[in-house]
Nanobody, 123 residues
Framework: QLQASGGGWVQAGDSTRLSCAGS????????MGWYRQAPGKEREAVTV????????DYSDSVKGRFSISRDDAGDTIYLQMNNLQPEDTAVYYC??????????????????WGQGTEVTVSS
């Protein structure tokens, strides 16, 4: 399973970090990433990191502000979120899929999902 943590309430311009720990099976061969769903909006892919860390992709809305990484064991990922803005307010979900690290949000719907963790950015 995937367990997300972090988030909470922050002010615009602040930074925070989310974590997602995989357990129950080996995750090292899985591509892992984050989605988010803002109130009244569809879920969107935010970022993905490949199983070996060689491929990283970000949505245009977070590029330059968010950074994804994973630990050496390959079963935990982190999302460093800087210069947060009110439009970043959403429930953030971590996800994992063994197929490929591209196409998340289009033709790839990850097989594994963590529970959401809420991030609220106040202006």
């Amino acid at each position: 399973q995937l367990q997300a943590s972090g988030g909470g309430w922050v002010q615009a311009g602040d930074s925070t970090r989310l974590s997602c720990a995989g357990s129950g099976q080996g995750w090292i061969n899985y591509n892992m990433g984050w989605y988010r769903q803002a109130p009244g909006k569809e879920r969107e892919a935010v970022t993905v990191i490949s199983w070996n860390g060689n491929t990283i992709d970000y949505s245009d809305s977070v590029k330059g502000r968010f950074s994804i990484s994973r630990d050496d064991a390959g079963d935990t990922i982190y999302l460093q979120m800087n210069n947060l803005q009110p439009e970043d307010t959403a429930v953030y979900y971590c996800a994992a899929d063994i197929r490929r690290p591209t196409g998340w949000g289009t033709d790839i719907s990850p097989d594994y999902w963590g529970q959401g963790t809420e991030v609220t950015v106040s202006s």
